[in-house]
């Protein structure tokens, strides 16, 4: 492989920032540059939720400087991700539109689900110690402009992932009428911040005692620029440590901070909120160390972008942390992890062998796994409107890792397991769902609902099943002594629609045996 330059552009809520990176044989994955630009878009969102022109002609400006430089770098691809400012602004398409003509750059705006992924490649970069740190219970949380990310992490695998509407800019915004002196501004976030712990703590941490803590953005890393080690991409301080520069800054303004610390005066105004959400969540979660990486989404958008392109090779399996997270949903929503196991195993074999037929790709294998380990989740809310149930419960939880569309996807495969699959002119017109999306939801709903006739009864009778497919023919197999007439005669109720989505006819045969 030859070198490669790329840049990752992100359009924050409070930020603008490019990095240029270079791809090679010898050094891998590296930085060669970084330039960033204060620009408060999240205020605007705050106070009009709408961005305002003055400011996206500013942006537009900005981009247009980033393309400068990138053309002195010869940079070969790029991606430019916008966050939550862009997100939860109403006028979202006109201004796509807008900067894509001003700028020649098309823009993606991230679901908060995928940038928060996206951050989390960043740290897990960083393999032997992102793999080391959450061995132990572990928190990284995801200090914004407008909003705070918490996933709670437990022997390698993902618990939870939850967004607070508490961010450094909006809540200084929000409390500064308020605020009496440092003291009382420090209570009152406090006090905010809290309350919104209270329910994560009861809901998912219970007796966990969370040792690491891991904090990105709000930029604590220039606080802490003392411990900063050589050759360490991220930088560690203990609880005394953290509370000790804690006391020094908490009663400084913006201008004192950014003299006694070596601050840019752009950075400044955030780190006073950001260190006081950073102790309250120590306090909270009652961690022994606080880990800094010195990473932005950048570094994740260019990470992502070189695993895909096979420039560099990952040990971490990200795919299994988004499947981790589906499965801690269905856990918090009393599904029958015997049942959703017994299926799992049989809808892939069911993909793998159908993969000449039905054209889907390796990401449609993961969206029907997470499913099939969803598609019971309605049950918790109500036993006679299953399907419409478990279709809000997914559109209402965040998956990490998943754009809206594929949960938007998902959520319409468990709704159509149980209820009528629609025509395209009656398909909900209010949806992010394109036709090309509507013929994966039909065939991942066809597999679905085939295989969950094979343990009607969730006794997992069918645990040992083989699948062929001969021209077309497709023959399940199940080894088994027990009576499988209840799952024959559902198999052949859903053989139906199978065979009209693939022009494939399901058969369904039982080996006994003794």
Known sequence: MAVKMFASISIGSSETEMKIFEFSPRKGMKEIDCIN????????????????????????????????????????????????????????????????????????VLANSEQRFLDYKAIASVTAEFETIIQNATAIVDIGGSSMQISLFDKDKLITTQNIRIGNVTTKEKLAPYEKSRTHFETMVTELLNHELAGFNKLYQKDRQIKNLIVVGGNLIELMKRFQKANKKITSVSKEQFLEVYGKVINLNADELAAGFDISTEKAPIIGPSAIYCKCLMENFGVETVWLPGFSLNDG???????????????????????????????????SQAHIRNLEGIALQVFDRMK??????????????????????????????????????????????????????????VKFNTSAFPDYDDFDTGTSIGSNDYLRIAKLTAILRLVNALDRTHKQKCSEVTVVLKEHELKITAATHEDLTLEAGTFREKADFFESVFHVQPVFRQKKTF
């Open 37 to 108: 630009t204060r620009l408060n878009l999240g205020l605007d969102v705050f106070k009009m939720n709408r961005i305002s022109t003055k400011n996206i002609d500013e942006l537009c400006l900005v981009l247009n400087e980033f393309k400068r430089i990138m053309e002195g770098y010869r940079v070969e691809d790029y991606k430019v991700c916008a966050t939550s400012a862009f997100r939860e602004s109403k006028n979202i398409l006109v201004l796509q539109d807008y900067i894509e003509k001003q700028t020649g750059l098309s823009i993606e």
């Open 356 to 413: 000449k037929v039905h054209g889907l790709s390796e990401r449609d294998r993961l969206l029907l796994q997470i499913s099939v380990i969803l598609h019971n989740c309605g049950k918790f809310i109500s036993l006679e409107d299953v399907s419409e149930c478990a279709y809000n419960i997914i559109m209402a939880t965040e998956i990490i890792g998943l754009s809206h569309t594929e949960r938007e996807m998902i959520a319409y495969t």
């Open 301 to 335: 958008l260019a990470y992502d972008y070189a695993e895909k392109k096979r420039y560099i090779k990952c040990s971490h399996s990200f795919e299994e942390d988004i499947i981790a997270a589906a499965r801690s949903i269905s856990k918090r929503y009393k599904c």
